[in-house]
């Protein structure tokens, strides 16, 4: 990749996927969030379809489904790299908007989702997992 250059990728649209929302049964003052996300996607040729799934609390996901295309005879970054990297941070602020869309409309606080380094999140995420794989291997190396 030539840093100099931008990285001949297009995006051509994104929509919501899925969305599950129902109010929790608690108080407005007592309502707290956890934002988890997980992501996903398929390249086909020149194109990458991304997904994003958002999750706050059991009764509120969504999913978020980009569509990117590398420009012909631009191509200056991997679809694959720019799925993992650019993407997530691409595609946040479509879910920013949403959830702040619907939760303006309930008796609970309007959520606006605060700047997050989806990259650090994806890495740590790495680790547990490749953490947990290494003590799932030692503990059937100890029973064998």
């Given at each position: 990749m030539d840093k100099n250059k931008q990285p001949g990728i297009k995006f051509l649209r994104v929509f919501l996927s899925k969305l599950k929302y129902e109010l929790p049964k608690v108080k407005p003052k007592d309502f707290e969030y956890n934002l988890?996300?997980?992501?996903?996607?398929q390249i086909k040729g020149n194109r990458l379809i991304y997904i994003f799934d958002i999750s706050l609390y059991d009764r509120f996901q969504l999913e978020l489904t980009a569509v990117f295309e590398t420009i012909k005879g631009e191509e200056n970054l991997d679809l694959e790299q720019f799925a993992n990297i650019?993407?997530?941070a691409f595609i946040f602020p479509f879910a920013r908007e949403v959830i702040s869309n619907i939760t303006s409309r309930t008796p609970?606080?309007?959520?606006?989702?605060?700047?997050v380094n989806l990259i650090a999140i994806k890495n740590?995420?790495?680790?547990?997992e490749k953490?947990?794989?290494k003590k799932v291997e030692n503990k059937s190396i100890k029973k064998a």
């Open positions: 988890d996300f997980t992501d996903s996607f650019n993407a997530p609970l606080p309007n959520l606006l989702l605060p700047p740590e995420a790495a680790k547990i953490k947990s794989k």
